[in-house]
C-alpha cells in the first residue's frame, strides 16, 4: 500500500540494535525539534525532554525496565514527559506526549537513525522507577522513553492495511466491500 512519498512513515520499524556510531548534538537538536512540532491540544504543548547519553544511566534503565535490552547498544535515549501542569485538561498530556513520540520516531527514520518506542505509561510501576531516577517533580509524568542510534539490523516494510477495519458512515456498514 501507499507509494514512496510515504516512505518515512511506512518504512518506519522498531530498530532494537545500533551501531557504536554516536548520534551528533545537532542532530539530537533536529529530533527534538521535531518532536515540539507535534499538535497538542489547545496547543499547549505540555511537554518536556530528556536527553540521556551517560552509560551508567542506560545500564540502570536496562536494570529497571524489562524491555529495554536495546540500550545495550544505543547511542542515546530520550524520555518524553508530561507536564500536568501545562496540559489543557485531565488526560490531555498523555495524547500529547503520544503524538510528539511518534515525530520523534519518525523524524529518527528520516534522518537515518533506528529508534525503538520503549513503554513506560500508562505502567504505573515504570513511571514510578524513572521518577525516582530522572529525579521529575512530581507535575512531571514520564510518558515514553525512546532508544536511538544508527541501525544495527535491516528490517522491511511491514504490511498492515487491514481493509476490515474501516467502517463507512457507521459501525455497520464495510467502507470496503
Ligand atoms: C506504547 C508502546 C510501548 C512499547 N514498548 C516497547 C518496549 O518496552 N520495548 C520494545 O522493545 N518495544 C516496545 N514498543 C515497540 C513495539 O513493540 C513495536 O512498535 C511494534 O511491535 C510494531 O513494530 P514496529 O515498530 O517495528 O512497526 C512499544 C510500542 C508502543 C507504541
Same mark, same amino acid.
Given at each position: 500500500?501507499?507509494?514512496?512519498?510515504?516512505?518515512?512513515?511506512?518504512?518506519?520499524?522498531?530498530?532494537?540494535?545500533?551501531?557504536?556510531?554516536?548520534?551528533?548534538?545537532?542532530?539530537?537538536?533536529?529530533?527534538?525539534?521535531?518532536?515540539?512540532?507535534?499538535?497538542?491540544?489547545?496547543?499547549?504543548?505540555?511537554?518536556?525532554?530528556?536527553?540521556?547519553?551517560?552509560?551508567?544511566?542506560?545500564?540502570?534503565?536496562?536494570?529497571?525496565?524489562?524491555?529495554?535490552?536495546?540500550?545495550?547498544?544505543?547511542?542515546?535515549?530520550?524520555?518524553?514527559?508530561?507536564?500536568?501542569?501545562?496540559?489543557?485538561?485531565? &488526560? /490531555?498530556?498523555?495524547?500529547?506526549?503520544?503524538? $510528539?513520540?511518534?515525530?520523534?520516531?519518525?523524524?529518527?527514520? +528520516?534522518? !537515518?537513525? #533506528?529508534?525503538?518506542?520503549?513503554?513506560?505509561?500508562?505502567?504505573?510501576?515504570?513511571?514510578?522507577?524513572?521518577?525516582?531516577?530522572?529525579?521529575?517533580?512530581?507535575?512531571?509524568?514520564?510518558?515514553?522513553?525512546?532508544?536511538? &542510534? /544508527?541501525?544495527?539490523?535491516?528490517?522491511?516494510? $511491514?504490511?498492515?492495511?487491514?481493509?476490515?477495519?474501516?467502517? +463507512?458512515? !457507521?459501525? #455497520?456498514?464495510?467502507?470496503?466491500?
Amino acid at each position: 500500500m501507499g507509494t514512496d512519498k510515504l516512505g518515512t512513515i511506512l518504512d518506519r520499524r522498531s530498530i532494537r540494535r545500533f551501531t557504536d556510531q554516536k548520534i551528533d548534538h545537532e542532530v539530537i537538536t533536529q529530533l527534538l525539534d521535531a518532536a515540539m512540532h507535534a499538535p497538542s491540544a489547545v496547543n499547549k504543548q505540555p511537554w518536556h525532554f530528556i536527553v540521556i547519553d551517560r552509560r551508567q544511566l542506560m545500564d540502570k534503565i536496562m536494570e529497571i525496565h524489562p524491555h529495554a535490552g536495546m540500550f545495550r547498544t544505543a547511542s542515546h535515549g530520550i524520555v518524553v514527559c508530561g507536564d500536568e501542569s501545562l496540559q489543557h485538561d485531565d &488526560g /490531555y498530556w498523555v495524547v500529547d506526549c503520544g503524538a $510528539a513520540t511518534q515525530n520523534l520516531l519518525l523524524a529518527a527514520h +528520516s534522518l !537515518g537513525l #533506528g529508534a525503538c518506542w520503549v513503554g513506560l505509561h500508562p505502567r504505573e510501576g515504570r513511571k514510578a522507577a524513572f521518577t525516582t531516577l530522572l529525579d521529575l517533580p512530581s507535575h512531571v509524568k514520564p510518558f515514553a522513553l525512546v532508544a536511538l &542510534g /544508527y541501525p544495527g539490523e535491516k528490517k522491511t516494510r $511491514a504490511d498492515r492495511f487491514h481493509p476490515d477495519k474501516v467502517k +463507512s458512515n !457507521g459501525w #455497520g456498514e464495510p467502507y470496503y466491500h
